[in-house]
């Protein structure tokens, strides 16, 4: 049987270790999220996007990141919750120079 001594020193290695992955991560999922806001692309070339009426917001996220106007649709969903972004249907000139947070705010004007 191990000791009382032993025990306590086993749990708070186990912490230490717990903590320390907790911490890398937050830190690696904070430095991913900052990296997939960012604009996919310098090119300025712009898109001509309709978004049809009843499409869903998950939809569109999924479809701009196939069509690499966005880096993570994941990240997009964590920034509606965050932010209440919401679309409306219509058309829209979007660029990959964009960052997640531009093209989001553009969506709900539906111009």
Not at 14 to 35: K, T
Not at 40 to 61: D, H, L, Q, W
Not at 62 to 79: E, G, R, V
């Amino acid at each position: 049987m191990l000791g009382i001594k032993k025990r306590k020193k086993i749990i708070l290695i186990s912490a230490g270790g717990l903590s320390f992955l907790i911490l890398v991560f937050i830190f690696g999922f904070l430095y991913w999220f900052g990296q997939a806001k960012k604009p996919v692309s310098s090119s300025k070339k712009e898109y001509f996007i309709e978004i049809k009426r009843g499409t869903t917001f998950n939809g569109v996220m999924k479809k701009f990141q196939t069509d690499k106007l966005i880096k993570s649709s994941f990240a997009a969903k964590i920034l509606r919750c965050q932010k209440r972004y919401k679309i409306k249907a219509g058309y829209y000139k979007l660029s990959a120079h964009y960052g997640l947070e531009k093209i989001l705010e553009i969506l709900p004007s539906g111009k």
